[in-house]
Every structure is written in C-alpha cells, then in structure tokens.
C-alpha cells in the first residue's frame, strides 16, 4: 500500500484505517486529499473537482487563521509544462517557476469567494522566494496570464511604497519575520500559503523529473474573519485547481 506521510499522520490522528481508503494518487498512492475527504466525498482517482465539499481546517485556529495543510500530484502539470514554455516561447531555462502557478491558484480559489474583495476586485500578491530573499510584488494579479506573471518572478521589480498585499505566497524556508517586515504597520494579508518540503521548490521543468518528486505538500491559511465554511469552500477550491494545470492557463 502506498501512502504519503502527510496522509499517514493524518490517518493515525483521525483513527482511520488506510485500508479503507483509495488513493487518488500516482499508482493509487493515498494522499491527504483523499483522508480529508473520507467519509464527506466519493473518492475519484486523480483529485478533486471545482464542485467537492469544502474540506474542514486540519489544524485549530492560529493567529487569527483557519490552516489547511494538505498535498497534490504535480505530474499533470510537468507533463504539460514542456508544450506550455514551447508555445509561449518562454523558455527561462525550460522552465516556469512552481509558483507562477501557485499563484495563479490561489488567485482563482480566492476569488470564488467576493465578499472579503475590494470594490475594485483587484487582488495584489506578495511572492517570497529563494528561502524569502527575493520578494516580488505582483499587482492586479487575477487579471494576468500566467506568462505575464512568469516575466514577473523571473525578473522582480522593488517592491512599491505602500503595497498591502491579499495574499502571501511563500516557499519552504521563508519565515515569519522576513513576511512581517514586509508588511504595512503590520497589516496582514487575507490569505496565505507556504510550500512545504525539505527542499527548496524553485520551478517544475520542462519535460520533467520522476513521478515521486512532482508531490506539493503546502499550507494554506485563510483568515478567520471569513465565515470558516467559506474558507473551507476556497481550501477544496484551491486543491482542485493544483490538481489542473489546464484551468489555471485561462484568464477567467
């Protein structure tokens, strides 16, 4: 039987038996996803959909957050990046980096939920990369392609006076402190998400590496001024998103 860490720890945590379960990973691997839906969901090989139930917070409140902490199978997407970069002639090293696509996302399962949005619907990201030494501030994200948010990240302007972001994206080694000095009297975003790993998650190439290696694990954190079954609705949202790298192509 095959099964992720993540998945094991939250089986051993809910007294779930991993036999019980179908995994809707690489060779029927059991993912978080599929523990968290157990018993809510009828289990689908490959991943969830835009309409699954919202998935519950794994974690109690922190801060003023709901946390989600959870896993997807990247390899529809390091399948598909090489005709991506070759379509776009965006090559960058035959590469987009991971989180241009994290980001655009998190975008989109943001914006299913309009009531903590401006008037003007815009909604700003702050990215934290290279272990939070490059910050890159990206305005207006939801109405940019994903190639104009890879030529964004490649090349990361100053990051404007007053900028508050929504969201703030960040990978494994970035900590709180380098987060809240960038931040406006300390305003906080709405949302958040960090990659997770041992290993610094810099891009998905073009071609692609071995299955085992395309796992995401992340946490996501949604303020806790959102009713939490809203959030909980953005949280399964956003998983199905990651799970399809073609929706997270188009602009609406």
């Given at each position: ?19 019980t ?8 691997r ?26 519950p917070?794994?974690?109690?409140q922190k ?15 390091v399948?598909i ?12 090293e ?10 655009r ?9 309009p ?20 910050v ?5 994200a939801?109405n ?10 490649a ?19 970035t900590t ?27 891009g998905?190439r ?11 694990a ?7 001024t ?7 609705r ?19």
């Open positions: 039987m095959l099964i992720s860490p993540l998945a094991a720890r939250l089986c051993a945590a809910r007294g779930i038996s991993p036999a379960l179908r995994g809707s990973g690489p060779r029927g059991i993912m978080a996803a599929d523990v968290l839906s157990a018993g809510t969901a009828p289990q689908r090989r490959g991943g969830t959909t835009l309409a699954d139930a919202a998935i917070p794994t974690r109690g801060d003023g957050y709901y946390i989600y902490d959870d896993e997807v199978d990247m390899s529809a997407l399948a990046s090489m005709p991506i970069a070759v379509q776009c002639e965006k090559l960058l035959n590469r987009y980096s991971l989180f241009d696509y994290i980001i996302a998190v975008v989109k399962a943001c914006a299913t939920c009531s903590w949005q401006e008037l003007s619907g815009k909604i700003d990201v702050m990215l934290f990369e290279h272990k939070g030494s490059q890159t501030a990206i305005e207006d939801g940019k392609s994903i190639y104009r948010l890879a030529k964004e990240t090349n990361p302007q100053p990051v404007p006076n007053n900028f508050a972001p929504h969201i703030v994206v960040c990978d494994a080694h709180r402190e380098q987060v809240a000095n960038h931040l406006i009297n300390g305003k906080r975003p709405g949302f958040a998400m960090l990659a997770r790993g041992s290993r610094e998650k810099d998905i073009a071609g692609g590496d071995e299955k085992y290696k395309n796992t995401l992340y946490t996501f954190y949604a303020a806790s959102l009713p939490e079954q809203e959030a909980n953005i949280a399964a949202t956003l998983r199905a998103l990651l799970y399809n790298p073609v929706r997270l192509l188009l602009l609406s």
